[in-house]
């Protein structure tokens, strides 16, 4: 079975310019996360979609930054314009809610951004 | 608000030594634990969980147990292998359809 997909693996790009990270999450899966993993601040949850709805972007740094999920199977992180400090690993998180609290979620294999 | 503190590495073992990697919480509720692990050049992969007081999750030799008196989930293998160097990140979950809030993760680095 494919895991979460992530692309691109690697970007690097400079500043100022539009970043957009893709996500495609595992079939069946109603939860979808975005996470940002830096040195310095660890593992941070950017935003979350239940049923492609925003549920929760509180994580979400400021204005720059955009997620959408036109549907089930997609969405994108978008930064605009981009800083130096957004250099980091992006991940996409998917699961499927049980009425149970498992915690199991399935990770892409991440988008490393370098603005330069 | 939930939290997670995880001990600082990096964790640096020759292999076959014992390993702790020492967790506690802080949480409004009763959360679920759980231990993820993220490999080089990977996204993290759950590694064990715990629901409730007094489970032991276990998975490829590694044990923790929810203790919730103490708010701990201590990470212990017996015996490490090479094939363990990882970052470990302790997590918990409130049951908001597994939102999870990490620990900072720790660096294992196990050699020969």
């Known amino acids: 079975d494919a895991g979460v997909i992530q692309s691109p693996r690697h970007e690097v790009t400079e500043m100022g310019q539009e970043v957009t990270l893709r996500c495609k999450p595992i079939?069946?899966?109603?939860?979808l996360f975005w996470y940002r993993q830096t040195m310095m601040r660890g593992l941070e949850l950017l935003i979350y979609?239940?049923?492609?709805?925003?549920?929760?972007d509180s994580g979400m740094p400021e204005d720059r930054f955009s997620a959408k999920m036109p549907n089930a199977s997609f969405s994108t992180l978008k930064i605009q314009p981009s800083e130096p400090r957004d250099s980091a690993v992006y991940f996409c998180?998917?699961?499927?809610?049980?009425?149970?609290?498992?915690?199991?979620?399935?990770f892409g294999e991440g988008s490393r951004l370098t603005v330069l | 608000g939930d939290s997670v503190t995880q001990m600082e590495g990096p964790v640096t073992l020759s292999e076959e030594a014992c390993l702790t990697i020492?967790?506690?919480?802080?949480?409004?509720?009763?959360?679920?634990l759980f231990w993820y692990v993220q490999y080089p050049g990977e996204g993290l992969q759950l590694l064990l969980k715990?629901?409730?007081?007094?489970d032991k999750g276990s998975n490829k030799g590694f044990e923790a147990t929810y203790r919730k008196e103490t708010t701990s989930f201590h990470l212990e293998k017996g015996s490490v292998q090479v094939s363990d160097s990882a970052v470990y990140f302790c997590?918990?979950?409130?049951?908001?359809?597994?939102?999870?809030?990490f620990g900072t993760g720790t660096r294992l680095q196990v050699t020969l």
């Open positions: 998180a998917s699961t499927h809610w049980v009425g149970t609290n498992t915690g199991e979620l399935f």
């Open positions: 079939s069946g899966h109603d939860y």
């Open positions: 979609f239940n049923n492609n709805v925003p549920i929760d």
């Open positions: 020492n967790c506690t919480y802080t949480a409004t509720g009763y959360p679920s």
């Open positions: 715990a629901t409730k007081a007094d």
């Open positions: 997590a918990l979950s409130t049951g908001t359809a597994s939102k999870l809030t």
